[in-house]
């Protein structure tokens, strides 16, 4: 699952065995996955294709609520036939560093931090409690990896490596970290 | 020659007249000349170059939004020749055929098959009777197999690769020039390359052209993005009048110089 927060950079997780689940959607738009991995994947492969063709006319790199819009679109109107939920995080000149949560049936809504997934459920408290706004590019890293860490250690459906992207204006950067090299808390 | 009775409809829709000819689309080609502009295309060893004319003709106009020059991806560009609104539907649809191709397939759209598909579909134009055909269109780009790359389609329907290309009013003279050019040296690097296409357009056009009145695309192999030139160290190589005075064989030393 997931986990975002919206500060001076942008921090994007997921983990799932090997399977990655966060997409970049364009240069410094990423997306989660959630929900039916081929309905996501599929939605995922057409919002591109629309992002990609909106951005070459504007002439300029997308805004991030467009890509959550256009993600929105697509579930939205084809809710019937799908069951994928998104969350899309990412930086823009408009409005720097935003997350956006699109839901099974469609909602969009923007958010500072946000978690999903199966394993999510045990560390909203942890994610309520120490999320703090303007958290600095480490201390989001620590944030999510402490926050992955404990939800992989209470789901056990959850486990594996630990996906991270860091979205800042200059550039994306990619962390993976290893289930065996997260933080160790005391539930162990 | 005995001429079979034509309804005299070959000239207004495209069908053969009893020559042969398909006179829509040939008046098609004409009207590519109705801008007044010329633009020329050169391949470099590691380069692709495209320039054409700026004309800004009226003087409350932004000239920042004037443009013939098309972004189709992010790694191929293009230049359109002919009336403005039909350049700008053909792009369209180009890019749409570039977004199409990579969502369905999974990757970039190679120039050539991109070269391809608008050609097709300008063909279809020549059949259409409720369709005319549309500009001229020349493509660049870097493909990852072959490097840098120049295609051109026309109105016709018709489509080829080349070394140097030029569409517009001065057509003729460019491409002659540009042959000549070729026949001494294929291989030119950056520098080189522009310098015969902007050489070419100077000479062909007998304009000394300044900054503001050229726009030039470019893809090189080591950034294969399209983008376009700010060819302001080429024109420094002649600062002195503010005019940008092509020499071939001297230019490059100059702007050496310059820097």
């Known amino acids: 699952y997931c986990l975002n927060d919206s500060t001076s950079s942008q921090i994007s997780l997921h983990y799932g065995y090997t399977i990655n689940k966060v997409i970049q959607v364009h240069d410094r738009i990423f997306s989660c996955m959630a929900g039916s991995l081929a309905d996501a994947q599929a939605v995922t492969k057409a919002a591109k294709f629309h992002l990609s063709f909106h951005s070459v006319q504007m002439e300029t790199p997308p805004l991030v609520i467009a890509a959550a819009s256009v993600l929105k679109e697509l579930c939205y109107k084809n809710k019937d036939e799908l069951q994928a939920g998104f969350i899309t995080a990412g930086w823009d000149r408009k409005k720097g560093p935003q ?22 459920t045990y560390i909203y ?18 944030f999510a990896t402490n926050a992955l ?17 860091v979205v800042t204006e200059t550039g994306v950067e990619h962390v993976v970290v290893p289930g065996d090299k997260l933080p160790k808390f005391h539930n162990e | 020659m005995s001429r079979g009775s034509s309804a005299g409809f070959d000239r207004h829709i495209t069908i053969f007249s009893p020559e042969g000819r398909l006179y829509q689309v040939e ?27 700026k004309k800004v003709p009226d003087k409350l106009l932004d000239a920042a939004t004037v443009t013939h020059l098309f972004r189709i991806t992010d790694n191929i560009g293009c230049v359109m020749s002919g009336m403005t609104a039909d350049s700008k539907s053909q792009v369209q649809r180009a890019r749409y055929e570039a977004a ?13 098959m991109l070269c391809k598909r608008i050609a097709d579909i300008s063909q279809v134009y020549t059949q259409n009777a409720e369709m005319r055909p549309l500009g001229c269109m020349i493509l660049i780009g870097v493909d990852e197999e072959h490097g840098p790359q120049v295609y051109k389609c026309d ?42 296409a902007i050489s070419c357009l100077s000479t062909v056009l007998s304009i000394d052209f300044k900054p503001s009145e050229l726009e030039v695309g470019v893809v090189t192999t080591q950034d294969p993005k399209f983008s376009q030139s700010v060819i302001a160290a080429h024109f420094e190589c002649d600062m002195s009048n503010g005019v940008f005075t092509p020499n071939m064989k001297g230019a490059q030393s100059q702007c050496k110089d310059a820097d």
């Not at chain 1, 939800?151 to 992207?165: I, K, P, T």
């Not at chain 2, 969502?103 to 970039?108: C, D, F, I, L, S």
Request: hydrophobic letters at 35%; proline letters at 3%; a positive charge.
């Open chain 1, 99 to 120: 997350v956006y949560v699109v839901s099974l049936g469609g909602m969009l809504i923007s958010q500072p931090v946000t978690i999903g997934g199966s394993g999510s």
């Open chain 1, 125 to 142: 408290g942890y994610v309520d409690a120490k999320y703090k706004p303007n958290m600095s590019k480490e201390e989001c890293l620590q």
């Open chain 1, 149 to 165: 860490a404990l939800a992989m250690g209470r789901d056990n459906v959850s486990g594996g490596v630990a996906h991270l992207v």
């Open chain 2, 27 to 53: 008046y098609a080609f004409k009207a590519i000349n109705q801008g007044g502009l010329t633009s020329v295309a050169v391949r470099g060893k590691d380069c692709a170059i495209v320039v054409t004319q």
């Open chain 2, 100 to 112: 199409n191709w990579q969502y369905k397939y999974g990757y970039e759209i190679p120039v050539d």
């Open chain 2, 155 to 196: 109105p016709a329907g018709y489509y080829c690769g080349f070394k140097a290309t030029a569409a517009g009013v001065k057509q003729t003279e460019a491409t002659s020039f540009l042959e000549k050019k070729v026949k001494k040296k294929l291989d030119w690097t950056f520098d080189q390359t522009i310098e015969t």
